[in-house]
């Protein structure tokens, strides 16, 4: 199950051919800060959770995308592994932007490494994909090992709308 929310999220891009080199010089691509956090939604894949949570962005940049950050705390030791995917944008951006192809996915995160308070988690992308400046874009944060009620990844959200 998917659902589309206000995250609190940070978007990098790079244009490097050294990932250690383009990781050290990711520049902000889109950025709002966890000082906005009012609400908060849990990964799970036991209904009624979602796997998957949304935000929609815009490129400034003809960069190569390195990392992207998702304001997360895990809940109840979740186990298994975290990923950030960065998909095509469709639908009106602002009013019921859609993810409608997978681009790009970020190395796995272990979830047992996401501390139990909230904090910016950063997912490392292999530099592959380049973003194309003015275009709009999806990313999400996917969680999808967890199975019990009682256990998951919480995501930092802005609930007044401020983003889509």
């Known amino acids: 199950m998917k659902k589309w ?17 383009a990781l050290a010089s990711c520049d902000v691509v889109d950025f709002y800060s966890e000082s906005n956090y009012t609400t908060d939604e849990r990964l799970t894949t036991d209904p009624p959770g979602y796997s998957k949570i949304y935000q929609s962005f815009q490129s400034d940049t003809d960069n190569a995308i ?16 975290v990923y950030a995917e960065l998909w095509s944008h469709s639908g009106t951006f602002g009013t019921n932007s859609v993810g409608s192809s997978l681009l790009a996915t970020s190395y796995p995160v272990d979830a047992s490494s996401i501390g139990s308070s909230f904090s910016m988690v950063d997912f490392t992308f292999d530099g592959s994909y ?3 400046n ?5 990313i999400a944060v996917m969680y999808n090992s967890g199975s019990h009620p009682s256990t998951g990844i919480q995501v930092g959200e802005d609930s007044s709308g401020g983003l889509s």
């Open 130 to 132: 380049h973003l194309v």
């Open 5 to 21: 929310l206000y995250v609190l999220l940070l978007v990098v891009g790079v244009y490097s051919q050294n990932l250690r080199e």
């Open 134 to 138: 003015g275009t709009y874009y999806v």
């Open 66 to 81: 390195c990392k992207a950050g998702f304001y997360l705390k895990n809940v109840n030791s979740a186990t298994g592994n």
